[in-house]
C-alpha cells in the first residue's frame, strides 16, 4: 500500500514563496494544502493560481491543523529561526529558506527545537542540489581534481537592494554552504571587508577571505552593486581545476587539466601542464525542484537531509565570523 502523500504549506508568497509552491504542487507524492501570508492581493493571486488549496493570513491557522506534516517557510530572513521553531514545536517538519537565522544562538535554538521534536529541519541552500555543483563536488571528493589549493567564488549583479540584510548575508550564504561542501570542514580564520555606497551601514559591496585546517583557502566576491551578473565559482587543486558557472546556457561546469608538475630532472623544479578541458555530462533539472523533492522524501522516510539544520548551523557560524569582522574593519 502507498503511503499518502506529504501535506505542506508554504508560508510567504512575496519573491521565493511562490516557486516552492509551484515545486511543491507539481510532486507526485506530495500535497499543496495550505498557503499564508499576511498580504491579501498575495493571497488572491495565489487563489487563481491554486484552486482549492486553503489560504490564511497567519501561520497559527496552518499550525493547528492536525492534517498538516510540514511547513515550507520563505518568510523575511529576521523571521526564520523564530518560526521554525514555532512550526517544529507544532509537530510539523520545517522547510526554512536560507540563512537559518541571523545569529549563531538562534540558529543553535531551531537545531534544537528540530532534535527535541522528532522532525526533519531542512534549510534552503539551492546550491547544494544543483547537478552541476553536485558533480563540482563528487571531482574534488573523489580526488580527481588532486588535493584542494584555493577557492574563489563571485556572485556579482545590479540586483534588488535590501534594507534589512546586507550583500554578505543576502548573497553569501548561497557561496558559504557549497565551499563548506567542498571543504568538507570548518574555516579556522574569515575575513571580511564591505563598503555601504548607497544605504548607511547596510554593506553593498563584500569581499570575504576564508582559511582552513587543511590549508586550503576561499575567496568570496559579494556584490549587487555591479555591472556583471555573475554566479561563478572557480576550485584550484593539484592535478586540475574547475569552474562552475551557472549562468552558462551550457557546459555550467568546466574541467582544466591544468597545473605544475614536477620535472623528471628533480631538484624542485616544475613544468607547466596546459592539457585539454573537458565537459563533464550534469543532469538538466531544475535545482529547486531537487530541493523540493529531497525534501520531500526526508520529510516522509526521516532521512537525514543533506542541508539539514547542523549544515544551516554551520553556514551561518561562518556569517557571524564574517560579520564580525565586518564590524571590526569600521565598515560603514
Not at 142 to 166: H, K, M, P, S, V
Not at 212 to 233: I, N, Q, T, V, Y
Request: aromatic share 8%.
Amino acid at each position: 500500500m502507498t503511503a499518502p502523500g506529504l501535506r505542506i504549506g508554504v508560508a510567504g508568497l512575496g519573491y521565493w514563496g511562490p516557486n516552492l509552491a509551484r515545486n511543491f504542487a507539481a510532486l507526485a507524492d506530495c500535497e499543496l494544502t495550505w498557503c499564508c501570508d499576511p498580504s491579501a492581493e498575495a493571497l488572491a493571486h495565489t487563489a487563481v493560481r491554486f484552486p482549492g488549496v486553503r489560504l490564511a493570513e497567519e501561520l497559527d491557522e496552518l499550525l493547528a491543523d492536525p492534517a498538516l506534516d510540514a511547513v515550507a517557510l520563505a518568510t523575511p530572513v529576521p523571521s526564520h529561526a523564530e518560526l521554525a521553531v514555532r512550526v517544529l514545536r507544532a509537530g510539523k517538519h520545517c522547510f526554512v529558506e536560507k540563512p537559518l537565522a541571523q545569529s549563531v544562538a538562534e540558529a543553535e535554538c531551531a537545531v534544537a527545537a528540530a532534535a527535541e521534536s522528532g522532525r526533519v529541519l531542512m534549510v534552503g541552500h539551492l546550491l547544494e542540489y544543483h547537478p552541476g555543483v553536485r558533480k563540482l563536488a563528487e571531482l574534488a571528493g573523489t580526488g580527481e581534481l588532486g588535493e584542494l589549493y584555493y577557492i574563489y567564488g563571485n556572485r556579482l549583479n545590479l540586483g534588488q537592494l535590501r534594507a534589512d540584510e546586507n550583500a554578505l548575508w543576502s548573497l553569501g550564504a548561497h557561496d558559504i554552504s557549497v565551499v563548506l561542501d567542498l571543504a568538507a570542514e570548518e574555516p579556522c580564520e574569515a575575513f571580511a571587508h564591505g563598503e555601504s555606497y548607497l544605504r548607511q551601514g547596510v554593506q553593498d559591496v563584500v569581499f570575504c577571505f576564508l582559511r582552513f585546517p587543511s590549508g586550503l583557502s576561499a575567496h568570496l566576491h559579494l556584490s549587487w552593486l555591479d555591472p556583471h551578473k555573475e554566479r561563478r565559482f572557480t576550485v584550484v587543486g593539484s592535478r586540475r581545476m574547475a569552474t562552475f558557472d551557472d549562468m552558462a546556457r551550457e557546459g555550467k561546469l568546466t574541467v582544466y587539466d591544468k597545473g605544475f608538475d614536477e620535472a623528471a630532472s628533480g631538484y624542485g623544479e616544475y613544468i607547466t601542464r596546459s592539457g585539454e578541458a573537458f565537459w563533464p555530462r550534469i543532469a538538466n533539472v531544475e535545482p529547486l525542484r531537487v530541493e523540493c523533492e529531497h525534501f520531500v522524501q526526508c520529510a516522509r522516510t526521516g532521512a537525514q537531509p543533506r542541508s539539514d539544520g547542523a549544515s544551516g548551523l554551520r553556514v551561518v557560524r561562518v556569517l557571524a565570523a564574517l560579520q564580525g569582522s565586518l564590524d571590526g574593519s569600521g565598515a560603514q
